[in-house]
């Protein structure tokens, strides 16, 4: 079974590349894991995980991608292990700049991910998921808080969601955490939700199961909690179907397929739509960089991502086009500049 739980961003299917031959050459380390698991937060179809071995290799501090259509850039930080410190999301208008979200992470010392934080600034609200571990460092539950920041200068700050605590922003951003004693009373009164895992073997697969609960609903005396459940089987360390459930109810039909070759992805193929299911290929270079993904609709191609990378393994731009008007305005054509910076 694949290891879930190294880091955010080892996090589902690593696909480490290290240095082998390849036509007579040292093997570049690659830029990205590519997954088909979506990471809350993190993978948006253009951005996927970057590999923390990359990262540390190469000694990043940190990568901005920008895009010059639709004034929306994304700030990545990383620690000097190539882990993962921070997301910033943030739309800009010439000098004007307003962030739009915050994700801040913490790790264990062997690189297990114990909290993420995540400020919505639209609502006030901060999520902040507490990481547990099982005895094979698999993720047993992720519980999830939501928290009132009341951010100054919002107009919309929602009173009524979450635990008020004053200035939590500002305690997030300088790198702290929430008193730990007012996430255990949250605890103790069910004033949280989250996502339990449950692993086993059937028919020679090994399958995870994730379960997403309510808890708070029992405050009001609720017994049926379970809102989604999502179940992946794998093969050979690789997940090979995704299950969807309807609600909690029993698994019926697949509803994704991935193809996987030599440990890289290669397809993800939607499997219970009646119209128009939708497939995506993804094309490598000889270092195992992902440089082109396309997106197709009932077969036929709608939209293709194209990454460039300079001759050290930097990816440099990101750039989408679309078939057709129609696709143009779904997918929104863009082209996105990376800059860097280093320790």
């Not at 990568?63 to 994304?74: C, P």
């Not at 951010?151 to 790198?175: A, C, F, H, S, Y």
């Not at 990101?318 to 057709?324: A, L, P, V």
Request: with cysteine; glycine share 6%.
């Amino acid at each position: 079974m694949i290891n879930l739980n190294y880091t955010i961003f080892p996090f589902l299917i690593g696909i480490l590349a290290y240095f082998s031959p390849v036509m007579g050459k040292a093997q570049m380390i690659s830029f990205y894991q590519v997954t088909p698991v979506e990471i809350p937060g993190y993978f948006t179809k253009t951005i996927f995980p970057f590999n923390p071995t990359f990262m540390k290799g190469n000694r990043v501090k940190s990568v901005t991608l920008k895009s010059q259509e639709n004034g929306i850039s994304n700030h990545y930080t990383f620690d000097s292990n190539g882990l993962l410190e921070n997301i910033t999301m943030s739309r800009y208008n010439q000098e004007k700049i307003d962030t739009v979200f915050y994700t801040a992470y913490h790790y264990q010392k062997n690189g297990l991910v114990t909290r993420e934080a995540r400020i919505d600034y639209h609502s006030g609200i901060v999520t902040i998921k507490v990481y547990g571990y099982d005895e094979k460092k698999r993720i047993d539950n992720i519980r999830i808080f939501s928290l009132n920041a009341q951010i100054p200068n919002r107009t919309q700050n929602n009173d009524w969601m979450g635990e008020p605590v004053p200035g939590l922003d500002q305690i997030i951003l300088k790198g702290s955490w929430p008193d730990e004693n007012q996430l255990n009373n949250m605890i103790n009164e069910n004033k949280f939700s989250s996502w339990r895992y449950r692993y086993f073997t059937e028919n020679n697969f090994e399958a995870e199961e994730r379960t997403e609960f309510f808890d708070f609903v029992k405050n009001g005396g609720g017994q049926d909690t379970c809102h989604q459940k999502i179940t992946y089987y794998y093969f050979n360390n690789h997940p090979i179907v995704q299950f969807l459930h309807s609600g909690c109810a029993a698994k019926t039909i697949p509803s994704e397929q991935y193809e996987f070759k030599d440990g890289l992805l290669l397809a993800i193929n939607e499997t219970d739509a009646s119209v128009e299911p939708r497939s995506e290929k993804y094309t490598y270079d000889n270092n195992k960089n992902l440089i082109l993904m396309q997106n197709s609709w009932n077969g036929q191609k709608v939209s293709e991502l194209i990454m460039t990378y300079n001759k050290k393994g930097f990816l440099t731009t990101i750039q989408r086009k679309s078939e057709t008007a129609k696709m143009a305005h779904y997918f929104e054509d863009r082209s996105l500049d990376l800059n860097y910076t280093f320790f």
